[in-house]
């Protein structure tokens, strides 16, 4: 089965995940799947969650499934379990830790990557007059989500040393505190996930824990590449009419951002801060697909955010 997160011969060799356990909630599609294919790839027995299988489709109503995702862990060298699940029922979350606590006794790796909210916000609509429903179920999928899974995936990750946590968000500190992100509700979404990062970071140091957050940049997402008329193959025939999507970058590569972390014995230099895809290439030595080191963050501030044509020279 192809597929555009699948692993590729990158510069700096794959991490040995081998034993651990990881899972990815929320990993139907986008950062998701890119994150447990590549957790796969370096040997990860990976529990992939999401809402849309192969018998039933969420609200996006979109062909990915978790099945497929699964099957592309395991393609990849890994082993991929699929388990539906809805993050916002406590109940099904709570049977989720239950069965991984069954089958493996510990967890060693949780990225709470749930969203769901692409069609939910309006860019640059005030709170008034945006619409209150769609901001509200966007702050619950977006925020509680994340709370009610590491309530119950944590104690299993807390029973040995060395366990990480990486809260997927949208922007670094630094570019979200300098700059509105397209919405009220949008904005405080991506803000409140890189708090949960540093609250979660104090929780889990005494027991040998690091809590991240971490962003990709620009992500070539199934949704986003529809949204353009392209594919993962052919991604740059978007720039007659998107010019700055050249900073852009494949599932893969947040996915290797992951699992180089995983890999790394001294993780817990990080605990707390907010990472990017870009910034942890740079320190661990891993590319995209292309071959090419993505750092889009410091582009939309020194290019995009400058008002310069588009040019990906020295940022990619």
């Known amino acids: 089965m192809s597929d555009p997160s699948n692993p590729a011969p990158a510069s700096a060799p794959a991490p040995a995940l081998r034993g651990k356990i990881a899972l990815v909630a929320g990993a139907t599609r986008g950062a998701g799947r890119g994150i447990a294919v590549q957790l796969g790839a370096a040997g990860a027995t990976v529990y992939v969650t999401g809402r849309t299988t192969r018998e039933r489709r969420s609200e996006y109503d979109r062909p990915e499934t978790i099945e497929e995702t699964a099957e592309l862990v395991t393609a990849a060298g890994g082993t991929g379990i699929a388990v539906p699940a809805d993050h916002l029922v406590p109940e099904q979350v709570r049977a989720l830790a239950e069965r991984v606590d069954a089958e493996q006794g510990r967890l060693d790796v949780l990225v709470n990557d749930i969203w769901g909210g692409e069609r939910l916000f309006a860019f640059d609509k005030p709170v008034w007059e945006h619409d209150l429903d769609d901001g509200l179920r966007l702050l619950r999928l977006g925020v509680e989500t994340h709370a ?146 993505p750092d889009c963050w410091r582009y939309l501030v020194e290019v995009d955010g400058a008002g310069k044509p588009a040019d990906a020279a020295g940022y990619r």
């Open 148 to 293: 009610i899974t590491s309530h119950f995936l944590l104690p299993l990750l807390v029973r040995q040393p060395g366990g990480l946590v990486v809260e997927m968000t949208d922007g670094t500190a630094a570019y979200n505190s300098a700059n509105y992100r397209n919405s009220y509700f949008y904005d405080l979404v991506k803000n409140s996930v890189l708090r949960m990062a540093f609250v979660q970071a104090h929780e889990l140091k005494p027991h040998g824990g690091t809590a991240v957050a971490l962003t990709p940049g620009w992500l070539r997402s199934e949704m986003m590449l529809d949204a353009f008329g392209v594919a993962e193959d052919n991604w740059r025939d978007a720039l007659s009419t998107v010019p700055h999507f050249c900073i852009s970058e494949s599932p893969a590569y947040v996915g290797r951002a992951v699992a180089a972390l995983a890999g790394d014995a001294g993780l817990a230099r990080w605990n707390g801060q907010s990472l990017s895809s870009g910034q942890l290439a740079q320190e661990y030595g891993f590319t995209d697909l292309d071959g090419s080191r």
